[in-house]
């Protein structure tokens, strides 16, 4: 396999070193979990492989990381007020 070399901006670079880093992943990583799956060379998983990935009996695990979007967001809501459960 080749490699190839773009040039970017700084805040572009910046942009996305850290969008690669808050995934744990590296930049060209990030890059090719961008593209629609079969321009990198990927298949899809079969549905018959996520049957049961998800116990509907369980409830729901609620741990998730805020961000600048969610907050914002739910800022918004709560004026209207809309509150998280």
Do not use: R
Request: net charge neutral.
């Amino acid at each position: 396999m080749s490699e190839h070399q773009i040039s970017l901006p700084q805040e572009v670079y910046s942009g996305l070193l850290a969008a690669a880093n808050a995934n744990g992943i590296s930049p060209a990583e990030w890059i090719a979990s961008q593209l629609p799956i079969a321009s990198v060379g990927m298949t899809a998983k079969p549905v018959s492989d996520l049957i049961g990935a998800i116990n509907s009996k369980q409830k729901p695990h609620q741990d998730y990381e805020t961000n600048f979007l969610g907050e914002a967001i739910a800022a918004k809501l709560a004026k209207q007020g809309i509150k998280k459960p």
